[in-house]
Structure formats: structure tokens, C-alpha cells
């Protein structure tokens, strides 16, 4: 058993789960979310650190589909380009506002959690466990 076999396992089945790759494993393990769409709301996981290669810590957060980034991540945001605190968002992933705002939520999560990290996009409350990996 991989894994992310066992990842997923620990927390429910394997059915579902998408990331920004093809391969779970390297959306988990490499950018380090994935999400399950479930009815109106949005479950990702993500991995803080990998303890070492018996174990890693993964954290779960819940959002509702029809969440407004500009609402729940307007200072990330911001006004677009043109806005100094954003610009270095949307010039890293070489996207407009508009553009971003047209991607699915799952995306917009993504590209946010990419670049500002799972602390400032999730905040530090989330639940979290830690996963044994089992050979």
C-alpha cells in the first residue's frame, strides 16, 4: 500500500479526491493539497511536514463551494495587479483577477495556498492527525 493509499485510507476511501495533478500522491506529497467536492462543500487536506518517512501530519479544512475568495481572501486579492500587495500573486502565477475569479474554487484555493502558504489561507486551527505509514 502506497502512501497515499494510506493517507486517504486513515481518513475515508480513495474515490473522489482530486489535486492539481493526475497523480494524488504527487498533488499530496509534492504540492501538498488535495480536495473532495461533497454535495455544496469542499474538504482539502494538506500536509504541514512530513515527520520523516514513517509518518506525516495532514490537516483538513471545509468550505462551502459558493465561498467568495474575494470575502474570505480579499487581502490576498486585493484589487488585482495593480494592487502592491497582490501583484506578487497574480505575477507568479502569470493570471489576472478576473482570470483567477473564474477558475473553480477548488483552483482558486489552490493558487492561493500555493503561494501564501496553508497558515495564512487555512489558519492554524484546522483539525489535524498524524498519519504512521505502515511498509
Not at 35 to 52: L, N, Q
Not at 71 to 83: L, N, Q, R, S, T
Not at 101 to 129: A, H, N, W
Request: glycine letters at 8%; aromatic letters at 16%.
Amino acid at each position: 500500500m502506497n502512501k497515499i493509499q494510506q493517507v486517504i485510507g486513515a481518513l475515508e476511501n480513495e474515490k473522489d479526491w482530486a489535486g492539481i495533478d493526475v497523480s494524488l500522491e504527487i498533488s499530496l506529497f509534492e504540492y501538498g493539497i488535495i480536495w473532495k467536492i461533497e454535495g455544496d462543500k469542499v474538504k482539502f487536506i494538506f500536509t504541514v511536514a512530513e515527520e520523516d518517512d514513517s509518518r506525516v501530519i495532514i490537516h483538513e479544512a471545509v468550505y462551502d463551494l459558493n465561498t467568495d475568495p474575494e470575502k474570505e481572501w480579499g487581502w490576498a486579492i486585493g484589487k488585482g495587479i495593480e494592487d502592491n500587495e497582490a501583484r506578487g500573486f497574480f505575477v507568479a502565477h502569470q493570471i489576472t483577477k478576473e482570470e483567477f475569479l473564474k477558475m473553480p474554487f477548488t483552483e482558486q484555493v489552490f493558487y492561493l495556498f500555493y503561494y501564501y502558504g496553508e497558515y495564512e489561507i487555512f489558519g492554524m486551527d484546522c483539525p489535524s492527525r498524524v498519519i504512521e505509514f505502515k511498509d
